[in-house]
């Protein structure tokens, strides 16, 4: 059950295991209940009623907290128990999905409810800080989720003066 007393998990796909990652983003994902989730499993996975996690590694040679994230998982799934599913995104699916929840730091955990944004949190956090800001976001509303921001580049009028 989650905090609102739903159960969680309500019919959601398990993603099929593959080779997609390595070292302990695989171990998270062969030895935790963490489904992989790419773009064909995505729909599947944050359709089901309750509350899901996405974590979005990205390339740990590029992003090494994602592995101290990785290793911190674990910990939040007993620390919450039954509260959320977890899904690690693969690659493949990351780009796409994190324009569509508008982060611009990686790691990032995205959570939703019944498919719908709660929150993300972004980087590393200390224990206390996830202790605390999990039930906040497992609490909130659905909203929208944030945009990316776009740079526009436009030319220089001519013949204006300041």
Same mark, same amino acid.
């Given at each position: 059950?989650?905090m609102s007393g739903q159960t969680v998990g309500g019919g959601?796909?398990?993603? +099929?295991?593959?080779? $997609?990652? $390595?070292?302990?983003?695989?171990?998270?994902?062969?030895?935790?209940? =963490?489904?992989?989730?790419?773009?064909?499993?995505?729909?599947?996975?944050?359709?089901?009623?309750?509350?899901?996690?996405?974590?979005?590694?990205?390339?740990?040679?590029?992003? @090494?907290?994602?592995?101290?994230?990785?290793?911190?998982? @674990?910990?939040?799934?007993?620390?919450? *128990?039954?509260?959320?599913?977890?899904?690690?995104?693969?690659?493949?699916a990351a780009v796409a999905l994190q324009v569509k929840f508008?982060?611009?730091?990686? +790691?990032? &955990? =995205?959570?939703?409810?019944?498919?719908?944004?709660?929150?993300?949190?972004?980087?590393?956090?200390?224990?206390?800080?996830?202790?605390?800001?999990? +039930?906040? &976001?497992?609490?909130? *509303? *659905? %909203?929208? @989720? @944030?945009?990316?921001?776009?740079?526009?580049?436009?030319?220089? $009028?001519?013949?204006?003066? %300041?």
């Open positions: 059950m989650n959601a796909a398990t993603a +099929p295991r593959s080779a $997609s990652f $390595s070292g302990p983003l695989s171990r998270l994902v062969s030895v935790r209940d =963490v489904a992989e989730v790419g773009l064909a499993e995505y729909e599947d996975f944050v359709g089901g009623s309750g509350n899901s996690l996405l974590f979005f590694a990205g390339d740990p040679e590029r992003y @090494p907290e994602s592995l101290d994230v990785a290793a911190v998982l @674990p910990e939040l799934m007993k620390a919450f *128990p039954n509260q959320f599913r977890v899904g690690l995104v693969r690659a493949e508008g982060f611009g730091v990686w +790691p990032a &955990l =995205v959570f939703l409810r019944d498919g719908a944004y709660l929150g993300v949190l972004t980087g590393m956090r200390d224990w206390d800080d996830y202790l605390r800001e999990i +039930p906040a &976001l497992l609490a909130a *509303p *659905p %909203s929208r @989720p @944030p945009t990316l921001g776009v740079a526009v580049h436009g030319e220089a $009028s001519v013949g204006c003066s %300041s």
